[in-house]
Nanobody
Framework: QVQLVESGGGLVQAGGSLRLSCAASGSIFSINAMGWYRQAPGKDRELVAAIRSGGSTYYADAVKGRFTISRDNAKNTLYLQMNSLKPEDTAMYYC????????????????????WGQGTQVTVSS
């Protein structure tokens, strides 16, 4: 089992930046992909960025060019650098660990994401 703990959320003005972190522990060897989801009130949860163990990445169209996903294997930590933030980026952000990542065109999905963090709130004011 994998345990995930997010941090780094907060309140920022539009155009600002935040960096989210997700520290992983436990059965790290079972992770083949990790990603960041977000869910705004009244909306479905959506995958915004993901990264495979081999390093290939996925970004939702809404965040391409503004968000960057990365990881530090030595620290077992996943990051999401968010720049040029917009009010519509306001949501609870969750990291997840999965068996893999499926990508086709602009669509992406983590495969069997069994481990989730508790979430960190990002609020972007206009």
């Amino acid at each position: 089992q994998v345990q995930l703990v997010e941090s780094g959320g907060g309140l920022v003005q539009a155009g600002g930046s935040l960096r989210l972190s997700c520290a992983a522990s436990g059965s790290i060897f079972s992770i083949n992909a990790m990603g960041w989801y977000r869910q705004a009130p009244g909306k479905d949860r959506e995958l915004v960025a993901a990264i495979r163990s081999g390093g290939s990445t996925y970004y939702a169209d809404a965040v391409k060019g503004r968000f960057t996903i990365s990881r530090d294997n030595a620290k077992n930590t996943l990051y999401l650098q968010m720049n040029s933030l917009k009010p519509e980026d306001t949501a609870m952000y969750y990291c997840a660990a999965a068996a893999g990542l499926f990508k086709r065109g602009s669509y992406g999905a983590l495969i069997d994401p069994k481990s989730w963090g508790q979430g960190t709130q990002v609020t972007v004011s206009s």
